[in-house]
């Protein structure tokens, strides 16, 4: 496989970073994942301008400009062949850098790093076959408030997300619902969560955007409230959405089973709308070939 890494393309074994960069040290960074489907990159410029905006908040400088990366996450699908495959996932991610370890060096570093990374093959990208059917827990970790760091930054620091799902695993269950600071459901560990008849007051997930988007032109209303453990369980539907999963739906919440068909016909619905209407507006992978050298 091909790779970006700090301005040039490398294969597998050259893709190498410093074992001194303040994310592989601090989580200090930013990323974002992005789908390929049937060829078509999905989102692709509201992936671009959410990584710009969070390197913003983060004070971090991106070293290419936005239709650069465009450019560049589009020629790294190219060169790992995405526009003959079915399905394929991309990550840009950004760090502040590499430098001496310690936190007071944190403005004094070298230029940021910025890698793509591809994945191939073993990557489910949910957006075509039957709606994957999951089991949810309530975890007992919290989704930080917003007098830390804002939920709305993608940032490299998963340690939160990562406690709760091995919680949920060890419980059996496929999702970890958290809550904010005030009881609220915030949202799945990798994903939103949605319910029918209401949907939660959640994080700007690009997925989330245009399932909303989605729903509200095939008619449906979709109200964007605080909702509590009740408001899930007493649900008629509840599914999760993110750019590896599409739509899921969830079958049972803490062991107790929400009710039959699952998935839902309002699940059903705004999934199959969502998921033609993102294939058909994603941007095409162009074809690559190796420039021949006279």
Request: negative net charge; charged residues 20%; proline residues 6%.
């Amino acid at each position: 496989m091909w790779f970006y890494v700090n301005g040039r393309f490398v294969e597998d074994e050259a893709a190498k970073i410093s074992v001194t960069d303040h994310s592989f040290l601090y989580g200090d960074g930013c990323f974002e994942g992005i789908g390929v489907c049937e060829g078509r990159v999905l989102h692709l410029d509201e992936h671009v301008t959410r990584l710009f905006k969070s390197a913003r908040l983060l004070r971090m400088e991106v070293p290419v400009s936005w239709a650069d990366l465009r450019a560049l996450i589009l020629e790294t699908a190219a060169r790992n062949g995405m526009d003959r495959r079915p399905m394929g996932y991309l990550r840009p991610l950004l760090s502040r850098g590499a430098g001496p370890l310690g936190l007071k060096y944190s403005n004094k570093l070298g230029p940021a790093t910025l890698v793509i990374i591809p994945q191939l093959g073993d990557r489910r990208i949910a957006y075509t076959g039957e709606i994957e059917t999951l089991s949810a827990v309530f975890s007992s970790y919290q989704r930080p408030g917003p007098g830390s760091l804002d939920a709305r930054i993608k940032a490299n620091n998963y340690l939160t997300y990562i406690l709760a799902f091995l919680e949920a695993q060890d419980r059996g269950a496929d999702v970890a619902i958290l809550r904010d600071p005030a009881g609220y459901i915030a949202e799945g560990h990798a994903m939103n969560v949605f319910c029918v008849p209401q949907e939660p007051l959640a994080l700007a997930g690009i997925t989330r955007r245009n399932v909303i988007a989605t729903a509200r032109r095939i008619g449906y209303e979709c109200i964007e409230t605080s909702l509590t453990r009740y408001d899930l369980v007493a649900a008629d539907e509840v599914f999760v959405t993110s750019s590896l999963e599409a739509i899921a739906a969830i079958a049972s919440i803490d062991g107790e089973p929400l009710p039959a068909p699952i998935p839902g016909p309002i699940t059903r619905e705004v999934r199959a709308a969502y998921v033609s209407a993102a294939i058909e507006t994603g941007i095409p992978v162009p074809g690559w070939a190796p420039r021949q050298v006279a």
